[in-house]
């Protein structure tokens, strides 16, 4: 791969300063690795055990590295700090690290399966994240931009979902799902070019979505910074109860900091002896902290709250809130 010279605030990391990745091939790498694990969800019987271990392992590597760089370049929503994080913490996990007993740090550990994954050889983890001085702060960002987390969520999910429309044969659903794919990626490549002025090539990348979604609206040709701006306006008019107002209140007993969305262990590795450790955690839908109780009629898990399969045990979903349960004629 050729050498970029321009310097972007991740190269002071070691394992991204070998590399050297754009953006724009970070989201192509976890919106393949998303789909990749989502197939095994769809069709399990179609891949092995090791098949599924391997694709789990390179989803937890490509979407934490793709968080990890904005959180490296400063985003402002603290959801990606955190996300890249628990990432780096199940991929440790995942490996089969004790979690309790284990020195290493998981965003580390993170960064070097990266840079393993690209065929370099990265330090032993270790914390090399760049000070943030006054000089390397990046600018405030030049637009309203929608929350990274939210954004990296829409243009994964709607990808997948154009994906599964057009094998079913639903093609006009799998055109709006593409463009719905198309407004997020700009709007994340936007973000990534405003967070570092530098990298020009995120926010050329940005223009072209915007020129393409404008193409698939009817609208004339126009000038790149009008094409950004126009996945704003897109994104702002199907998503308009976002800006008016948040989900729930800053400070949601919940923890959601108001998004109405929290990351939330799913999946954890049977280590036998009743020691169970997280390997896999998703963003759900915020409770606001109303605890959430299984049913004990529930078919999958007896009311247990989880099932076990393939030495792993899993949260039921099967959930319902104990408000509702207080409620004649609810349960």
Not at 124 to 130: A, E, F, S, Y
Not at 294 to 315: I, Q, V
Request: glycine share 8%.
């Amino acid at each position: 791969m050729a050498i970029l010279s321009t310097y972007l605030p991740e190269y002071a990391i070691a394992a991204y300063a070998q590399e050297q990745p754009s953006v724009r091939r970070m989201i192509l790498e976890a919106r393949w690795a998303h789909l990749q694990r989502d197939a095994t969800f769809e069709r399990p019987d179609t891949f092995h055990d090791d098949q599924v271990r391997w694709i789990k392992r390179a989803h937890l590597i490509h979407l934490g590295a793709l968080y990890d760089v904005f959180a490296v370049r400063g985003a402002h929503d603290m959801e990606v700090h955190e996300a890249a994080r628990g990432l780096g913490t199940n991929l440790l996990a995942h490996d089969g690290f004790h979690l309790p007993t284990t020195r290493l740090s998981g965003i580390d550990y993170l960064r070097t399966a990266y840079a393993a994954l690209h065929g370099h050889i990265a330090p032993l983890p270790r914390t090399d994240t760049p000070a943030n001085t006054p000089d390397s702060k990046p600018a405030e960002q030049p637009f309203p931009c929608p929350p990274e987390s939210r954004l990296i969520r829409t243009m994964l999910w709607s990808y997948t979902v154009a994906q599964d429309c057009r094998n079913q044969g639903r093609l006009a659903e799998a055109s709006a799902q593409l463009r719905e794919h198309q407004i997020a990626r700009g709007l994340l490549l936007w973000s990534a070019a405003a967070l570092a002025p530098a990298d020009l090539g995120a926010a050329q990348d940005a223009a072209v979505a915007g020129h393409h979604v404008r193409g698939i609206d009817g609208r004339p040709r126009t000038g790149d910074e009008s094409a950004r701006r126009y996945l704003l306006e897109a994104y702002r008019e199907a998503h308009h109860d976002d800006d008016d107002q948040q989900p729930h209140e800053v400070d949601c007993p919940g923890g959601c900091g108001g998004d109405g969305v929290v990351m939330v262990t799913l999946t954890w590795d049977d280590q036998g002896d009743g020691i169970f450790v997280p390997v896999w955690a998703e963003p759900v839908d915020c409770t606001e902290g109303v605890p959430q109780e299984h049913d004990p009629g529930c078919t999958e898990c007896l009311g247990h709250g989880y099932t076990y399969g393939r030495g792993e045990r899993n949260l039921c979903l099967c959930l319902r809130s104990a408000d509702l349960t207080e409620q004649p004629g609810l349960q």
